[in-house]
């Protein structure tokens, strides 16, 4: 076990009765446990960089999917391979990585692993100058994301996100663009793209569900505009997705992806907006330590 273990504490969780009774339970059970909190955006960030400079052996993530990016855009932003161990405490609204990794969504339980678990080495996923652990949407996927009202959020769980997204699609513009990939340029008019690391978004949408964590690759998952009468066939397609001969769905797995839009397309890392007319999307293998369960399901070995 570590010697150390430093939580980045979210701080809408900070007074979550349930974390702090883990913690509580676990100094008793003989750990060290440290906590930092965030109050503002790039807090996580910056503690998660601090965390390295001080030598912790151990640190967890304790919030949604939002706080997973900062942090690991804080490690490997401040190093290609950070030496640190990072496990994770979900406490999101729809903790899609968290869920799509076998991770306990009881706070105990989740803290527990984190500090008794061992670690894999693991890919990370890079979109530009940004890092990303779970999934990249763009399209309706990212439009779904930042239009999801917070106070929905809470009431309604992950399922406020399916809510958004019928309402979305209704008045969904296509964009056009031009993927570039091992195989060739591809023309595509996208509704739905997703490149993922991980296999969940949206409040539990498997959108890439091939995507392992350890191979090297990302899945690149591309719904091109369709006619209101294919809504069958597409819908078939999402079924099966390794089928050669999709025609509204595409899905590949590759380690680098670049994408040119026709105009400026709003694309989510883990939730986290931006907005690109080119985008660059690659797999960087093995360049963090994940404390994961045993039987992740995410993992090839």
């Not at 106070?151 to 992950?158: A, E, F, P, S, T």
């Not at 699609?169 to 570039?180: F, N, S, T």
Request: glycine fraction near 12%; charge should be negative; hydrophobic fraction near 40%.
């Amino acid at each position: 076990m570590p010697d150390t273990t430093r939580v980045i504490l979210n701080g809408k969780g900070a007074a979550n009765p349930a974390v702090r009774e883990a913690i509580y339970d676990l100094r008793r059970a003989g750990n060290t446990i440290e906590v930092r909190t965030t109050w503002e955006g790039g807090d996580a960030a910056r503690l998660a960089v601090e965390a390295m400079s001080d030598g912790v052996d151990r640190l967890v993530a304790g919030g949604g999917d939002g706080t997973i990016n900062e942090v690991v855009n804080g490690l490997l932003g401040a190093s290609g391979r950070p030496d640190i161990d990072l496990g994770l405490l979900p406490l999101g609204t729809a903790n899609d990585f968290a869920r799509g990794c076998g991770i306990p969504l009881e706070p105990r339980d989740a803290l527990a692993l984190a500090i008794e678990g061992t670690p894999v080495a693991v890919d990370a996923g890079k979109a530009n100058d940004q890092y990303f652990m779970n999934v990249a949407s763009g399209g309706f996927g990212a439009e779904v994301t930042t239009s999801t009202p917070p106070d929905l959020k809470r009431v309604m769980g992950g399922g406020a996100y399916a809510l958004v997204g019928i309402l979305t699609a209704l008045k969904l513009e296509p964009y056009q663009g031009r993927m570039k990939g091992p195989d060739g340029d591809e023309e595509h008019a996208a509704l739905v793209m997703a490149v993922g690391n991980g296999r969940q978004a949206g409040g539990g949408f498997q959108v890439t569900p091939n995507a392992r964590l350890d191979d090297g690759l990302l899945d690149v998952m591309i719904v091109r505009d369709f006619p209101g009468a294919a809504l069958g066939q597409v819908l078939d397609e999402l079924q099966q997705l390794d089928r050669a001969d999709n025609e509204f769905v595409y899905y590949r797995q590759l380690p680098v992806v670049e994408i040119e839009a026709d105009r400026e397309a709003p694309v989510n890392l883990d939730g986290e907006p931006q907005r690109w007319n080119n985008m660059r999307f690659e797999c960087l293998p093995g360049v963090l330590s994940l404390v994961l369960p045993e039987d992740c399901p995410m993992l090839t070995r």
